[in-house]
């Protein structure tokens, strides 16, 4: 009896190991849950084709929660970042060291498929806000006067991450994403160029985006390189002020970005 008893022991105390265990180490092809943190450098470039650029390099802060499970094999995820550039601009002259900054944040829901016991699949489908402050107030190399601006995107991110287990507990995680764009609202503070026009504000229609990770992932480490772009088209055209009697209209015309770069974060 004693020693069916000390084997029945010696079952549980191996059992709670291994569930201890288990829970220490999630698997490392499903969608992790709980918090991310890190930061990441990145090389941006904005063009408004035959008009401007603003082009530099940036930094900033990334963030990530994804909730505990509550179905099996779905997940959901809030994400933001908050990035920081200090750009040249080319175009009417140049000016250097013009203030850019980024905050965007997200909302995904999502499902992990486990077609093979070494890879998976994890579609996902949200929404997404990203806005932009860039300030190029005083004189480019010509004398031409800048102004604030602010944009704000609205759109759909859907996008499909795969993950596959390379060795030890170490995955290849791509990301491939297309962001369905909504809408767009641009405001050009032309009154701090002391012209005499108005603020406007513009909206836009028409666009598109998209976005690329290569992520590498083991336990509490991602690491990796990204790249988001937008392609947007001309706003509408609103009412920007009077110039020798005749009344002038602003748009934000059609425009491109693009951010490539690196990303570090901790997953806790």
């Known amino acids: 009896m004693k020693t069916i008893l000390a084997s029945v022991a010696l079952l549980l105390v191996s059992s709670s190991a291994a569930t201890a265990q288990t829970s220490r180490e999630p698997d490392p092809l499903a969608t992790r849950r709980g918090w991310e943190v890190g930061g990441q450098a990145a090389h941006y470039h904005y063009e408004e084709p035959d008009f401007a650029k603003f082009i530099g390099n940036r930094g900033g802060l990334v963030g990530a929660y994804t909730f505990p499970r509550r179905w099996d094999r779905v997940f959901f995820r809030v994400d933001g970042r908050e990035s920081y550039g200090s750009l040249k601009y080319q175009g009417s002259g140049t ?4 203030l850019d900054v980024i905050v965007e944040a997200r909302g995904v829901a999502g499902l992990d498929f486990f077609p093979g016991n070494r890879v998976s699949l994890s579609p996902y489908l949200g929404f997404g806000y990203r806005h932009l402050y860039n300030d190029s107030r005083g004189y480019t190399s010509t004398n031409a006067a800048g102004y604030r601006r602010y944009s704000n995107y609205y759109y759909v991110p859907v996008g499909l991450t795969t993950r596959i287990h390379i060795v030890d507990r170490w995955v290849l995680a791509p990301t491939f994403e297309a962001d369905i764009f909504l809408f767009g609202k641009q405001k050009s503070q032309l009154s ?3 012209l005499g026009f108005n603020d406007v504000t513009n909206t836009q229609k028409r666009g598109s985006g998209y976005r690329v990770y290569v992520m590498v992932e083991k336990d ?7 790249m988001h772009y937008w392609d947007i088209k001309d706003s509408d055209v609103q009412f920007a002020g009077v110039v020798n009697g005749v009344r002038v209209g602003g748009l934000e015309p059609a425009n491109w970005t693009r951010e490539s770069g690196i990303e570090f974060r901790y997953r806790f």
Do not use: E, P, R
């Open 220 to 226: 509490h480490l991602a690491f990796g390189a990204w």
């Open 192 to 194: 701090d160029a002391n």
């Open 95 to 98: 000016q250097d060291s013009v």
